[in-house]
């Protein structure tokens, strides 16, 4: 038989016992929030990005009465009554300005697929695209809208390496097109690449376009749902290992295995 467990020993195991359920704790609590956490502010920031592009329609909107209808419902009362009412209508027009933006979505969508509807949305596209500055706003967006939507989407989303700020430092970016044969002619430089290079960890918010000779962008086994994830992540979730963190795999959390199935 072994020499028996001190005091100490058996509070020193005892404390590393309640630290290490201390920490898995902490840890799951982290990889369920967190993720939460940043969704919500995303799509705060989004509502918030887009209630500011709708203001002068929520505006007209509350001139012709509608905030205030919809402020004035059934539902409104019952908020006055729990005291919520100004925490839960001060975000009233950033819902109309979600809804008209999603019902404008849909309404030009569908007016798209009509005969008519047809000319009328290629009419005005015209149009816009003939307004002195305006057009070449409207144009260059557009054309983005034509790649990501038409058969050029592959070359869109393509994931490229690039070695970038230094020497021996490399980073993730995006393929956009092949560079305009003018940038190459004033920079000495034949065969360049467009590629967008992306700020972690919000790579929508901005990043550079630079133009890169080819021969320094070296392709990669990643797709671009991988790509954006290793950068939204700052690589803690690079494209690797996809199947050893699927969606509610959370540390600190025990999951059954999938058996066998019974015989019956």
Do not use: C
């Amino acid at each position: 038989m072994g020499d028996a467990e001190t005091p100490a020993e058996t509070a020193r195991e005892t404390g590393e016992l309640l630290y290490d359920g201390l920490l898995s704790v902490v840890v799951t609590g982290i990889a369920i929030i967190v993720p939460l956490v940043v969704t919500v502010w995303v799509l705060a920031t989004i509502v918030e990005f887009i209630a500011g592009a709708f203001a002068p329609v929520v505006a007209v909107l509350e001139w012709t009465g509608l905030v205030s209808f919809l402020r004035s419902l059934w539902l409104g009362q019952f908020f006055a009554e729990l005291g919520i009412y100004s925490a839960v209508f001060e975000y009233v027009p950033e819902l109309v300005a979600v809804t008209v933006l999603l019902g404008s979505i849909v309404g030009v969508g569908s007016l798209a697929h009509v005969r008519y509807g047809e000319r009328l949305v290629v009419a005005v596209d015209s149009a816009l695209a003939e307004i002195p500055g305006v057009g070449t706003v409207y144009k260059s967006f557009r054309r983005v809208g034509d790649a990501m939507l038409g058969s050029e989407a592959e070359n869109f989303e393509d994931v490229k390496v690039v070695e970038y700020p230094r020497e021996g430092s490399y980073i993730l970016g995006f393929e956009t097109a092949d560079s305009p044969e003018a940038i190459g002619d004033a920079v000495g430089e034949e065969d360049l690449v467009a590629m967008f290079l992306p700020f972690a960890p919000n790579p929508v918010m901005g990043g550079y376009l630079a133009h890169i000779p080819e021969d320094r962008v070296y392709d990669v086994d990643m797709t671009v749902e991988e790509g954006i994830r290793t950068i939204i992540t700052s690589g803690i979730a690079s494209g690797e290992g996809d199947g050893e963190t699927a969606v509610g795999n959370i540390p600190g959390v025990e999951h059954e295995p999938d058996g066998p199935a019974k015989a019956d």
